[in-house]
């Protein structure tokens, strides 16, 4: 009797284990996928950074970056009526020269 509570344990623990073992390797390959959409978006902010320059000689002062909105449902496109963030400026991405 104590051993087929021992041998129910053990298949138990091996159960556990396996699941550990899965939502480790799907935890590591997210988490490496988020830091490679991060670094993705970063990269696409910086070689659209210089439209902010050229938007200002034709009066539209909105960058790339602005242009995006990124929360944690996703990453879409700004109308710009945003009713928490009515008096606030655009976001300013960094300055990058422009390729001569």
């Given at each position: ?16 284990e396996?699941?550990y ?18 670094a ?12 902010e320059?050229t ?23 700004d ?22």
């Amino acid at each position: 009797n104590s051993r087929r509570a021992i041998d129910e344990m053990e298949s138990l623990l091996a159960e556990a284990e396996a699941k550990y073992e899965r939502n480790r390797h799907k935890y590591e390959r997210t988490a490496r996928l988020l830091i490679n959409v991060r670094a993705g978006v970063e990269h696409i902010t910086s070689k659209l950074a210089f439209f902010e320059d050229t938007d200002r000689a034709s009066g539209d002062a909105r960058t790339a970056k602005s242009l995006l909105r990124i929360d944690e449902d996703g990453i879409y496109e700004d109308d710009g009526e945003d009713e928490d963030e009515e008096d606030q400026p655009a976001p300013k991405a960094p300055a990058v020269p422009s390729p001569a």
